[in-house]
């Protein structure tokens, strides 16, 4: 059977993944995406919790033909860091677009996808991804 | 009937990609085939009947301008969920931010599944259960390789936030009326992949006497006729069944300039005639009547008559409109799409 990721792992992350959760450091400023309790900055706890901004510019990004296996079906696929509007950098695949097609400076907005299934039987994980911006 | 509900905000999405049918039919029968529409959408390779129901949702409530964690109710229909056993509902509710009490739940009734959310979520409005709630029509639906349903099954979404009746909403919601017989024109049983479908069986029987008898009842209701409504709308399983029915019932080409998208899009069956209103909204004016009548196999349909409000040209705007996002398009030939579609694996 196919390795299975931890069911419990996806729901606890659920939040953060659907909505595209931040965490925000009340000691140093940096903001952070996905969210976690310490800041990785400064080291300091005091984070809070916020909802990110949904759009964004495509900073750098690099194309994944060599996909896990989890991702075979989607590759070729790209990569990125999209910088958010307001400042957060945030790690993401771009979807609905051809390797081809990206460019760096590329308007994108967030967009819930299937990030990959767990094998036949397991469950099906979604989060957000970002897309050319539909204007 | 007094007035159900009203529309306070839509949304539409379709899939980025196309496939033309004379690329189908060029594989499967050397270009021979007529094809009953030009071209039909098709989801990518991360894309399901979820994931494109999330985007008209949140299109829908970016329209309605309200609050998230206001909305009580998600009502999916659909026939192309992507868990056998386990709602869609949760996590479109989870992912927008919607109220935790929460009546949610996913409906099938083929292609006619999106429509009788719609008036389901309006009830609840009706009678005071909730304020405000969400109904979607969404589907990413398959054709066996070279079956006739090939050409035209697609993927589409639909979703419109239901809140009380008012003048100032982008339409109100006058009158519903259901039809339904035991007519198994198009059945799937559990655990098939595809369709199956009983061909001619399919017309007179099942889409036009359904949609027939829903439109013809509606109105006899309502008190209406063809020429009191401004704009209609028809399931669209290709282009000339809804014309055909449109004739039927003696309505005019121009009254469903703006309903009828199956010919470049497919048919996105729960959504094929919620996009079709979708697009009316994008184009209507207020004080225009609308007439919208699904079809779903199995069989049954749903007419449902509303009137576009002051606040349509208010929300336009802030979405994009169907008309964009039929133009917003890629051809994928018969090999790419076998593997977005997950016929092929690497």
């Given amino acids: 059977m196919a390795y299975l990721r931890s069911v419990p792992r996806v729901w606890r992350e659920r939040e953060i993944k659907y909505r595209l959760i931040g965490g925000a ?12 309790q310490t800041c990785p900055a400064c080291g300091s706890e005091e984070v809070e919790r916020v909802k990110l901004p949904e759009t964004g510019t495509v900073e750098v990004f690099t194309v994944v033909r060599s996909p896990p296996s989890e991702f075979a079906e ?31 400076g590329m308007r994108v907005e967030a967009a819930l996808r299937r990030y990959r299934t767990q094998g036949e039987r397991g469950i099906i994980e979604y989060g957000i991804k970002f897309r050319p911006l539909i204007q | 009937m007094k007035p159900l ?26 270009g021979a085939e007529r094809a009953p529409v030009r071209q039909k959408s098709v989801p990518g390779p991360d894309e399901d009947s979820l994931t494109i129901a999330y985007e008209a949702a949140r299109y829908a409530l970016r329209r309605a301008g309200i609050d998230p964690s206001l909305v009580e109710a998600l009502y ?47 009830a609840l409005v009706s009678s005071g259960v909730i304020r405000y709630g969400m109904a979607i029509g969404t589907d990413t639906a398959q054709g066996r390789p070279g079956d006739e349903l090939e050409y035209t099954a697609a993927a589409g979404a639909a979703a419109f936030l239901i809140g009380p009746s008012s003048p100032e909403a982008v339409a109100t919601i006058d009158h519903v009326y259901s039809y339904v017989t035991d007519t198994p024109d198009f059945w799937r049983r559990e655990g098939e992949k595809y369709p199956m479908h009983t061909f001619r069986f399919t017309g007179e029987p099942a889409y036009f006497h359904h949609i027939i008898s829903a439109a013809r009842g509606l109105m006899e209701e309502a008190g209406l006729k063809p020429e ?32 009828l998208l199956s010919g470049e899009i497919g048919n996105t069956y729960a959504a094929a005639s919620l996009i079709g209103l979708a697009n009316v909204l994008d184009n209507a004016k207020p004080g225009e009547r609308v007439l919208v ?34 133009a917003r ?18």
């Fill in chain 2, 5 to 30: 509900a009203s529309i306070i905000g839509y949304g539409a999405y379709i899939p980025r990609y196309r496939i033309e049918a004379k690329e189908i039919s060029r594989v499967h029968t050397g």
């Fill in chain 2, 293 to 326: 009548v699904s079809f779903g196999s199995g069989a049954g349909s749903d007419a449902i008559s509303l009137t576009v409000g002051e606040g349509v040209e208010k929300v336009r705007d802030k979405a994009p409109t169907v008309a964009k996002l039929v």
């Fill in chain 2, 76 to 122: 999916i229909g659909s026939e192309s969920p992507p868990y056998a056993v386990k709602p869609s509902a949760t996590v479109i509710a989870e992912a927008l931010g919607f109220s935790r009490k929460l009546y949610g739940i996913d409906m099938e009734f083929a292609c006619k599944a999106g429509t009788t959310a719609i008036i389901s979520v309006a």
């Fill in chain 2, 329 to 346: 398009s890629k051809l994928v030939d018969y090999a790419l799409y076998l593997r977005y579609r997950g016929m092929i694996l690497r």
């Fill in chain 2, 228 to 259: 009191d409504f401004d704009h209609v709308v028809f399931h669209q399983p290709n282009v000339k069944f809804p014309q055909r029915a449109g004739e039927l019932l003696g309505f005019k080409p121009e009254q469903m300039k703006y309903g």
């Fill in chain 1, 25 to 36: 450091c009340r000691s140093c400023g940096r903001r952070f995406y996905p969210y976690r």
């Fill in chain 1, 74 to 104: 989607q590759a070729p696929y790209v990569v990125a860091l999209v910088r958010l509007d307001d400042g957060t950098l945030v790690p993401a695949q771009i979807t609905d677009v051809d390797p081809g097609e990206v460019y760096e």
